[in-house]
């Protein structure tokens, strides 16, 4: 900070009219001082995670699902008629009022009109939106939320039972939904949440969405809005579109016609199962771990952002260096679930043999529109996971790793959440 100081002041020096003398040339300290590396900001995701309050602004949805903030977020009570907010700490059940009307309106829907007992929300957005601390890529401008699959209990739970209680896998192994946990009310919920004309997107696992194909029938429309995507086995992620004329929100491309029932399945399972294989794999001594993408900076957002971040009060509690409380970090890297089912050893070398056995010269899936990262469902071919990063065990993964099991990145390393 003192050297930019120091520079701009030599820089904004009036000239003096008439003068013949050079400008004064900096000392050698002066000089020293501007060849230091200036201080390193800290990424976007440290601003907008140690932010506890709304920005006091009109209600908009700055940028886009992956990278953009929250203006004039509101934050969903956490006892509704028909919903309970969990994981109070991580403060991030905030969202656009588009969101919270959706929300409300499904929770009291999906009560009234199938039968479920009603809904545990996870993560929608931070006050402010922006980039998380941990956990997501998305979820960033107040448009999305995650809803638990397991069904709210009949009484209002404590705020430490919303710390301590698990989600429910519904997975019995990689690639199959536990019919003894999959009801047909959980397969009536997701439809419930794709019925409604502003919703963009539903990401549920490959697994749940292949049971979703077998059990829709013949109405079939709605599938297409649910696309599979990594991590979510224990909870559904909703992403609703732009508010209608929404200046600078960016809606992703509207979702195919096709149900994503066929080809596209197929490829993801095939996916599943080589990350399968490649989770197995141990780490070479010495390896390299793979590159990871440099976080979000303030630059990367929209400008507005800037705004949204430093009006009003509430703005980041973060120290000059770029740290966050310990407690924040703490909070938002709790876990809401189980971690993923693996295959014990007998099932896992019947798997290689089975896949040693298949078409040797098959190619994988071409990469996903790298260039549109809040897509991650393209019309026709899912994106393969890269090999590098599925050859990290995800069991051993560490909660606050900036990629993750979201679907706004296209190349996603696979995370429990
Ligand atoms: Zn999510």
Redesign the pocket.
């Known amino acids: 900070m003192l050297i930019c100081g120091a520079v701009s002041a030599e820089q904004i020096k009036p000239a003096v009219k008439g003068a013949t003398k050079p400008a004064a040339t900096p000392s050698d300290a002066a000089k020293k001082a501007a060849q230091k590396p200036a201080p390193k900001r800290p990424p976007a995701k440290m601003l907008f995670g140690a932010v506890t309050a709304p920005a006091p602004l009109e209600a908009r949805a700055i940028g886009s699902y992956a990278r953009g903030c929250l203006a004039g977020g509101i934050s969903l009570p956490i006892n509704g008629p028909d919903w309970q907010v969990m994981r109070l700490s991580r403060n991030r059940n905030w969202g656009h009022p588009r969101l919270l009307d959706y929300l409300e309106r499904l929770a009291s829907d999906a009560r009234a009109l199938d039968g479920w007992p009603g809904l545990l929300i996870?993560?929608m957005a931070q006050p402010r939106g922006g980039p998380m601390i941990t956990?997501?890529s998305?979820?960033q401008i107040g448009l999305?939320?995650?809803v638990w699959l397991t069904p709210m209990p009949d009484r209002i739970l404590t705020p430490q039972e919303r710390e301590d209680i698990s989600a429910t896998s519904m997975l019995k192994d990689p690639f199959t939904v536990d019919p003894a946990i999959w009801t047909p009310l959980h397969t009536k919920l997701i439809k419930r949440a794709a019925s409604y004309p502003q919703v963009a997107r539903i990401?549920v696992h490959p697994a749940i969405k292949k049971v979703l194909c077998e059990q829709a029938g013949k109405d079939r429309a709605w599938l297409s809005k649910v696309r599979p995507w990594w991590g979510?086995y224990y909870?559904f992620?909703i992403r609703l579109t732009c508010p209608p004329g929404a200046e600078g929100c960016g809606n992703q491309k509207p979702a195919s016609a096709d149900d994503g029932c066929g080809a596209e399945l197929q490829t993801w399972f095939k996916m599943l199962r080589k990350a399968e294989i490649d989770a197995a794999r141990p780490v070479q001594p010495g390896a390299k771990p793979p590159p990871r993408k440099p976080p979000l900076s303030l630059g990367d957002l929209p400008r507005e952002c800037m705004t949204v971040l430093n009006s009003g009060g509430g703005g980041p509690v973060i120290a000059p260096d770029g740290t966050v409380p310990a407690a924040l970090k703490a909070a938002a890297g709790k876990d809401a679930g189980p971690p993923e089912p693996h295959l014990d050893p007998a099932a896992l070398a019947a798997l290689k043999a089975q896949m040693s056995k298949s078409k040797p010269g098959s190619k994988p899936a071409p990469a996903a529109a790298s260039a549109s990262a809040a897509d991650p469902a393209p019309a026709s071919v899912p994106a393969p996971a890269p090999a590098a990063a599925q050859a990290a065990n995800p069991a051993s993964l560490s909660p606050s790793g900036s990629a993750s099991a979201?679907?706004s990145v296209p190349l996603p390393v696979r995370k429990p959440?």
């Open positions: 996870g993560d956990g997501h998305s979820h999305d939320a995650d990401f979510h909870h992620h979201d679907p959440r």
